[in-house]
């Protein structure tokens, strides 16, 4: 069965696989205290143009958004976040796991708007009771965001400029930041993106590692005893090694970009091969997940050959639905997609003629 | 000053204290396991229609709020409430703090629908990733809500098979109950509650208690060790007479229903006043809450005199504002408070002539 | 039925149920923002000789340890305190349900040891492995004690001093304060405890009042917004006036120290009786809690006539009880306890005669 | 530096890693959902003889212990454990993070008697007070203990035997389970700790394994909802194939059993050059952590050659340290060890004569 259902069905890339086992039997200190990690950090400072950002390993994503951010909110504050974001709907409720709330704005294909963030801000300050609400205490986005999309790097420096009037600070979750930056159509940038976020992290685990992202805070607005708190959550891997040695690899010879590059790429065709069979895209997509809008009877069949992700129900007959690529994807695979749907049209125009 | 900010401004009914006095040196049982607390439930269990409802009597009502809900729902799962709804907004986070989100949906004059309610459950339950996302475990309402509007039977009835359908809970927050029963726009009573909810509370503190709500179980889905739960909420008054005297003595010769009819029919005397004047109103509204929206300076002028709340901020020259009546207003003071209005808008009247 | 049980059993003194009468139809500002209760933090502030205190009105004495040591302490911290101290046992896990361990010391007589303190933090911050464990962020004591013991000033200050070198703050639960304070065998002060502690409360509930604790900041070591914290704990009372009025009625003419005078007076005659007819102090308590070893077969007999609390089972035969006076004790009650001891330790001689 | 620091100092085992890079390229779907979990699953369930029980990937040892417990607990109620237990002291409050106490017993070489923890139930319940005490809910022990100590099988039903007894789970947390199954004195089987546990873990990461811990309830004694209880403490692996391919391996052809059967026989030629040696076992350790006493002076000098644990401070002069071996410890590691020994012993022989 072929799969463009998201981009952590494989294993990793066999760099890190080689790796393991040439190193395997050094004996090396647990928790992330490790030579490795040692390693890796130092490639993400440079890589980051950040070379003294405090960095910590985690091995998931939602891990990593639930542990910043309760390290990052005071008791009495929530977080701002797209009504989409991954921590408003995904996470299973981990945020408020922790005791805080996610305090919604609209979403626009994915992304929050700095005018609306500027007014929701403004509101709850002038808010007679807002002693009585949760405060703002920071605010979330995710690049490329849930639906695909990007920030430019306008968007993201008055967003950052706004979070800074208010004394908050700026996260970005970045589980899939390697397909954003490798995108052709943007001019955002590791060093940009430390320069206007507080904390933010690079995911591995869906760009080639096995596990693990990589949180870093730029400016030393480092949760106090961090390693602590994340042991307090859980996150605090005994074999540290294992997420330091993915991370030194995948930032050796910038392999973690072309890793990304393949799988924009690769998106890219995909793109090309919808549009000239004239499907329906729900959304513009300059990254690796590709939204169309599909008949439900068409995707009973295309599900026979295929997997993808049914993203939501539009109406009562169409769904959204989600194609990704990823570091992994092969160029056969794209063109035996292709033949698939091309089979399926065909049968969609002989039942309907 | 004159006075509509709210319906807690003035202490207690005088049967309540003078009780208090009467009984100070009983010496009685901690912990609302007095004789008080017991006549108060039988009294309670009477009126509405439910001789065996299991009942507690907690301080506050944020506090009833986040213990109720904390106690009714599983780990996993969160509580539907309207986008307006007081779990929603003003609580500071107090059900988040409990480790459950607030999964909103669109309010209608503070209400939710039967139709959205049935709508946000079945997609939940279709969506193929739901493992990965709240569940919806309960649902609040507030009867009146935040704007002072009520459900009608019929409604009320509509929702609660939505939530035994889906078998979840249905609980209302009556923090100003009596001012909804004493409408005369309503069908609804309090054994038609008990009927349909699963859980609720009648509000003690804004209907003429110094303190306390009764929460009511009518069906024992009452939470295992709930004492204990009230207890770790640190909800739980040591003495609990001076909860148990006070719903005794409101639950005595129908005080509760007589002091809610009085703060609607000056609710009325109210509405009647803004009408002749011809403000205009943001909602019709058939409870002790009255929303009129007004010019930013007309507020001002008004605010020399009469306290009120600012609801919200409408546009640039509109505020949405609250009056609010309780079992405690004076028809003077509607009198004075319509001098004070006729006054402000000759003013008014004047400057822009 | 005699009653011995505890010094919550009454309503509250009359000065202060009177004073809710005359006030009852003032119109008043919610949430502790009344006139009350800026008045009472003035009458404390001078009690305290702490003319800058921070204060702050709560219900009641879990929920104010609570929403304190939550407020205060970091998410990586515990709190240190007795093995017997009240958030250590009694208060259903609500220090825990913030998510802060409580980490015990060993007791004495209820009251911590300085250098057992000392050696606590020491070893800590001296263990390797230290970052996997709760980090010691605050010390709770109460005064009195759980058992009716009392810290010295020297004890006071030595402990204090240990905290500040080790930069945590030091927290007086003072749930029975005035019982301390007035008890003959002390030398310990309202203005001292301000000096020595960073944060404290004085009990109202046990000494006269219907309900109400008010928390004292001597240093503005207050947690930020701690209003809304309140709020988000369920612990902000709507009409605050409640707790206004009662501390400003109990530190007005001294009201507090001679209730509580009253009390330790009841508890020196009820401890010249229990000597007079040869019963075992459990320990020799200074304030209005007495613990006597009984036999079990005496404890049924008594219990006819009057009740106490059943403390701890000793040893198969004996039980450890507790006898409390208040500030409502009457000394004709203490008389009726001596002619029922008299009357069932005659009983007891007979029986084994 | 030679190292008997801990039992994760190395990779895995090497099967392990070249099944990773076999299995590579297979698109599996996420989330523990993948083929190689249900492997995985069915042959646990054989090796535990529990052919239904259900069984879940978690990635680390804390992590699991909090998911676990925080899973089985109602609200109300916290978890016993001994005073030693790794919940109690070395997982940063991770328990309490989740709202529950850690109820503690005393140890006895790292384990609980029987006999105490029927006291502690029933004293609970035959306290008059304990609906405001933290209900027992659960008990945890671990196999091999925190000292490496073993819970022989009639110890085991005797502590079953009692938890049914008061209707609560027994927990086993077998982070190093292996160990202690291999151990020559031992008489408990991993069916023997299925029939007598409502819930244990086997522990991947000290036994072999990258990472990763197999929680398994053998008779549906499982949180309702668990996978997204899991999620929501952000334990759920995104790439489950990296945790199911693990325990697959380790669960075939015996190879968890060999790996651990091989550190204990390490662990017994450590503990006869160590005999050998006279040095001072702080107890009799039947697994593969040793615990000795030695001089600071001796600590110092041997530090320069080896890393072990300094495990606690005993008196001002000797400390108590920890060796440990594992499934990666070499034969020819241990005859170098003893070769330092000897050099250091000579040393200090000069030094004092």
């Not at 904390?199 to 030393?220: D, N």
């Not at 049209?345 to 309907?352: D, N, P, S, V, W």
């Given at each position: 069965m072929l799969s463009f259902e998201n981009d952590y069905s494989e294993g990793a890339h066999e760099n890190i696989l080689r790796r393991l086992l040439d190193t395997n039997y050094e004996q090396l200190s647990g928790y992330t205290t490790d030579p490795y990690c040692q390693a890796a950090k130092a490639k993400l400072q440079k890589a980051c143009a950040s070379p003294d950002a405090d960095i910590y390993f985690l091995v998931g994503g939602t891990q990593t958004n639930a542990t910043v951010i309760d390290g990052m909110l005071a008791p009495y504050e929530g977080v701002i976040a797209a009504s989409t974001g991954h921590v408003s709907v995904h996470e299973a409720g981990a945020i408020e796991y922790t005791g805080h709330k996610v305090l919604t704005l609209p979403e626009h294909n994915g992304k929050i708007h700095a005018a609306e963030l500027e007014a929701f801000l403004r509101?709850?300050?002038?808010?007679?009771?807002?002693?009585?609400m949760v405060f703002p205490g920071m605010v979330y986005i995710s690049h490329p965001t849930e639906l695909g999309t990007l920030y430019t790097a306008t968007e993201l420096a008055h967003i950052s400029t706004i979070c800074h009037a208010h004394h908050i600070p700026l996260y970005l979750d970045g589980a899939r930041l390697g397909y954003g930056l490798m995108s052709p159509d943007t001019d955002v940038t590791l060093p940009l993106i430390a320069?206007?976020?507080?904390?933010?992290?690079?995911?591995?685990?869906?760009?080639?590692?096995?596990?693990?992202?990589?949180?870093?805070?730029?400016?030393?607005?480092?949760?106090?005893?961090?390693?602590?708190?994340?042991?307090?959550?859980?996150?605090?891997?005994?074999?540290?090694?294992?997420?330091?040695?993915?991370?030194?690899?995948?930032?050796?010879?910038?392999?973690?970009?072309?890793?990304?590059?393949?799988?924009i790429e690769m998106a890219q065709l995909l793109k090309q091969g919808f549009h000239k069979r004239n499907l329906t895209f729900y959304l513009?997509?300059?990254t690796n997940q590709q939204f169309l809008i599909l008949k439900?009877?068409?995707?009973?069949?295309?599900?026979?050959?295929?997997?993808?992700?049914?993203w939501e129900r539009l109406d009562r007959e169409h769904t959204i639905v989600r194609f990704v690529t990823s570091w992994a994807t092969k160029e056969s695979d794209i063109r035996k997609l292709m033949d698939i749907l091309d089979?399926?049209?065909?049968?969609?125009?002989?039942?309907?003629?």
């Open positions: 509101t709850f300050w002038e808010d007679e009771s807002h002693e009585h320069r206007y976020c507080d904390a933010f992290y690079i995911g591995g685990t869906k760009v080639g590692a096995l596990c693990g992202e990589a949180v870093i805070f730029p400016r030393h607005h480092t949760p106090k005893h961090f390693l602590t708190i994340i042991k307090q959550h859980g996150a605090l891997l005994a074999k540290g090694r294992l997420l330091g040695l993915q991370f030194d690899t995948l930032f050796t010879d910038n392999l973690y970009f072309h890793l990304s590059r393949h799988a513009d997509s300059p439900d009877d068409m995707i009973e069949r295309l599900k026979k050959h295929v997997t993808f992700t049914l089979q399926v049209l065909e049968t969609e125009k002989r039942t309907f003629s």
